[in-house]
């Protein structure tokens, strides 16, 4: 730990804080549990954060990220000009993050924005946060479908499936692909998309 620079400090300490809330639950774990597990002084943990509220927001931002990594690794093999090769891609990502995507860090990102409502510095953090989030994931879409609306409506779509993953609805993968891509294909040729 004594090697690391100051922001990766900072991210290390958000990826185990993001561990134990997944472990133990928001309300459960301490700044204690956080700089035991990080081994550092409870002292030294407040040098990077200044409360648990922080770490929180760090470990929203962290899971955030995870998500965003997972999608731009599979994003750099989409073509910018064929509409079946984007929407083959894309359905296939989806699909990927429906089978892959851990339910129980889906719990904790609720969790974590449930808990936040009664703090409105933290809100605000957490909005912004989630705001630049899907406005790079939308970005893309926009690309394709010439169009913010279709865009924010499919990924609207894709969030509902998500929530219903997590909460145990099963539906098999293979059909929401196909169907995923179909979704893309006909919105991306209404305006004459990529």
């Known amino acids: 730990m004594k090697t690391l620079d100051k922001n990766k400090k900072k991210k290390y300490i ?3 804080t993001l561990e134990l809330i997944n472990e133990k639950g928001l309300s459960n774990f301490t700044m204690e549990d956080v700089a035991f597990s990080c081994d550092l002084s409870k002292g030294s943990l407040y040098n990077y954060y200044k409360n648990k509220n922080a770490l929180i927001v760090a ?3 962290a899971l955030l990220e995870k998500i965003q990594m997972f999608f731009e690794e599979k ?3 989409t073509p910018n000009n064929c509409v079946e090769k984007s929407a083959e891609i894309y359905s296939d990502l989806y699909s990927e993050v429906l089978s ?3 339910a129980n860090e889906l719990m ?3 969790e974590i924005l449930i808990n936040s409502t009664h703090d409105n510095n933290m809100m605000k953090i957490l909005t912004q946060t989630f705001k630049d989030y899907y406005g790079k994931i939308l970005s893309n879409f926009e690309r394709i479908f010439k169009s913010k609306t279709k865009a924010l409506m499919l990924q609207a779509m894709f ?3 998500v929530i219903y993953r997590a909460v145990g609805v099963e539906f098999p993968d293979d059909e929401i692909r196909e169907t995923f891509k179909k979704i893309i ?3 991306a040729k209404e305006n004459g998309g990529v």
């Open 59 to 61: 470990a929203f931002s």
């Open 108 to 110: 904790r990102l609720f």
């Open 100 to 102: 892959n995507f851990p």
């Open 14 to 16: 958000a990826e185990k």
């Open 75 to 77: 994003e750099s093999e």
């Open 159 to 161: 969030d509902g499936l």
């Open 185 to 187: 294909i006909c919105l």
